[in-house]
């Protein structure tokens, strides 16, 4: 079935460190790819996402490369801060032709970010 | 605009008793789902309601687990008798119709300790 592979944390860097948080996935078809970010005490919030091949997601300077022939979706960020702090997941969503919608979460990993 | 609301935010019980977790999704999504995370690991999906009905509940653990979504608004989760396993954290999320790229709104979770 379905799966996601991320690395496992906590990942602990010095602000404006560059971080990378590995994701790998197998899935059959075409999913669609994303990151999830869960700050203390709250939800998970939708970071960034790639629905096709080669599609680069971006958002508060987080980036993640949607890649099939290594079937990857690495997490980047040049320059973190201490409010970037948190539990990050990496998740895929089955070809929705297939009719099913659910995600298909990795461990998670947890990044911590020191002044 | 209200995002995904769940209720209680933690709840602590014995083994044996009965515990009911509720969800409010965004207003006018007909996608509601259930997740469960268990002692750091994956997110793992529990099942999928399209407005009144279940479309999808092949994740959910066992008979000791109901959930409904009555006139397609709100959704409860009974656990009927918990058992230590059922120690986790227990997240909706939701989701409109007709949308590609499935990006879906989660609440901040309800903690559920079983002793």
């Known amino acids: 079935g379905d799966s996601v592979t991320q690395m496992e944390g906590p990942v602990t860097l010095s602000e404006e460190a560059f971080l990378t948080i590995n994701c790998t996935y197998t899935?059959?078809?075409?999913?669609?790819l994303f990151w999830y970010v869960q700050y203390p005490g709250e939800g998970l919030q939708l970071l960034l996402k790639?629905?096709?091949?080669?599609d680069k997601g971006s958002n508060k300077g987080f980036e993640a490369t949607y890649r099939k022939e290594t079937t990857s979706f690495h997490l980047e960020k040049g320059s973190v801060q201490v409010s970037d702090s948190a539990v990050y997941f990496c998740?895929?969503?089955?070809?929705?032709?297939?009719?099913?919608?659910?995600?298909?979460f990795g461990t998670g990993t947890r990044l911590l970010v020191s002044p | 605009e209200a995002g995904v609301t769940q209720f209680p935010s933690h709840s602590v019980i014995e083994k044996g008793q009965t515990v009911t977790l509720r969800c409010d999704p965004i207003?006018?999504?007909?996608?509601l789902y259930w997740y469960r995370r268990v002692m750091g690991k994956e997110i793992k999906f529990l099942l999928h309601?399209?407005?009144?009905?279940?479309?999808?509940e092949s994740g959910m653990p066992n008979n000791r687990f109901l959930a409904e979504r009555t006139g397609g608004t709100y959704s409860t989760l009974k656990v009927q008798p918990a058992e230590l396993e059922d120690s986790g954290v227990y997240f909706c999320?939701?989701?409109?119709?007709?949308?590609?790229?499935?990006?879906?709104?989660f609440g901040a979770g309800t903690r559920l300790s079983v002793l």
């Open positions: 999320a939701s989701s409109p119709t007709g949308q590609y790229e499935n990006i879906q709104y």
């Open positions: 899935a059959t078809g075409y999913p669609s």
């Open positions: 790639a629905t096709k091949a080669d």
């Open positions: 998740a895929l969503s089955p070809n929705l032709n297939t009719g099913f919608q659910k995600l298909v």
């Open positions: 207003s006018g999504h007909d996608n």
């Open positions: 309601f399209v407005k009144e009905s279940k479309q999808d």
